[in-house]
């Protein structure tokens, strides 16, 4: 049986950073290309048309940040605990910018910090594995602690 390697905490590091800028670097171009049309255009249509760019792209950075932050960040002291609440708005969030759907079931409840992170993290993984879309499913039961 062979052996799994480990991976060095700088090169973990190093491959969330080019995930987190993988997944933010397309909405922010199209803010970009937005601001672009804004500057150049005296077309209405157009202007109107790239302030909805803007505002979508916007609201799709902040969603991947915001996952991002919950998914692979500090989240809190050592031990803490989140809220499923807010896991599932975030999740919510950044699916709804997916081609795959998702559905969320589960109680109201406070789960430590490590396991909505491990959560978090398979739902990324399952998104992964339906790219051109599709539908993901998602049960919380039991004890949430």
């Known amino acids: ?67 991002a932050r919950l998914a692979f960040g500090a989240a809190g002291s050592a031990g803490a605990s989140l809220d499923l609440n807010d896991a599932k708005d975030v999740a919510m969030g950044f699916v709804s910018h997916e081609k795959a ?8 409840a406070v789960m430590p910090k490590d396991l909505v992170k491990l959560l978090l993290n398979m739902i990324l993984i399952a998104l992964a594995a339906i790219p051109r879309g599709g539908s993901n499913s998602l049960e919380i039961s039991g004890d949430p602690e």
């Not at 759907?101 to 109201?108: A, D, F, H, Q």
């Open 101 to 108: 759907e998702m559905t969320w079931e589960g109680p109201s």
């Open 1 to 67: 049986m062979e052996q799994a390697n480990e991976i060095e905490a700088l090169d973990l590091a190093a491959l969330l950073c080019s995930r987190v800028c993988h997944d933010v670097i397309s909405p922010v171009g199209a803010i970009t290309n937005g601001l672009e049309v804004l500057e150049d255009e005296d077309d209405a249509e157009m202007q109107r048309y790239a302030m909805e760019l803007i505002q979508k792209s916007a609201t799709q950075a902040s969603s991947k940040l915001q996952f």
